[in-house]
Structure formats: C-alpha cells, structure tokens
C-alpha cells in the first residue's frame, strides 16, 4: 500500500476536486510505502493495542526517510493518531499541508521512538514516457 492517519474521513470530492473538475491531489506526501500488520502480528512486536503499519519501502530523501525512518520499522502514530491501517494513514495526511511538522511514532527492534516529521507537498505524476520512433526498414 503505497500513501503518498485518524480522524473523519474527507469526502472523495474533497480530496480530488477544487471545484473546477480538475484533480488536485489530497493531503501530503511522506514517502513510504506500508504494508499492514494484522492484530497477531502487531500483538508478537509487543503492540497490544491492535493493528500497525510495517515500513515496506522508505523514499530516499522523502520526508520519512529525513525524519530517520527505515525500511521494517512499524508505523504505531502519525499526527497524534493511532496508526491501524493504510486508510487510517490517509485519512490524517488528507488534513495535513505542506511543511506542517507533525510527530511520528515507530517501532525499531523493540525500542518505541518518537520523531517529527515535515511532510511534503504530493509530487506532480511524471509524464508517461513517450514510445521510441524507430527508423523504417531499409530497403
């Protein structure tokens, strides 16, 4: 699950649209990508609380990776809310603007940490590639 955590949730209008039609992208950008840990899972890590957030993939130079998260630590709070699934974590980056500071909670090898976080405008898509032309056959 890439995102790119709780409270209510915004609407799909509010998180595409500025009204004009056009996209806009909701939220913030963190550069991670997050599996879920099932309730057993995050129970065997020593986490009694529920679910957590495995870091699959972190972006090299992304806010996360900035703020000095790795690949495997497990994602518990973000913003001052309980982590427990990718939706959650979406949920509280669509709230979120560019260069606020916020506080992320992780697990690494068993040490709980607490670091901030100044997340990121979402980056513009990259154009698709355009295809190769290639010369005609000769003749």
């Known amino acids: 699950v890439g995102v790119g955590l709780a409270g209510g949730c915004a609407t799909q209008d509010e998180a595409t649209t500025d009204g004009s039609g056009e996209f806009t992208p909701g939220g913030v950008w963190l550069g991670v990508v997050t599996a879920e840990l099932s309730s057993s899972q995050a ?76 997340v990121e405008a979402r980056p513009a898509p990259s154009p698709p590639t355009p295809p190769r032309e290639t010369a005609p056959p000769a003749k």
């Open 43 to 118: 129970a065997r890590l020593g986490l009694h609380k529920g679910r957590a957030l495995l870091v699959h993939s972190v972006t090299e130079g992304g806010p996360m990776h900035r703020a000095g998260l790795r690949e495997h630590d497990v994602l518990v709070a973000f913003a001052g809310k309980r982590v427990n699934s990718a939706e959650d974590l979406l949920n509280v980056t669509l709230r979120l603007k560019p260069g606020q500071v916020v506080p992320v909670t992780f697990l690494r090898k068993g040490e709980m940490k607490t670091v901030d976080v100044q």
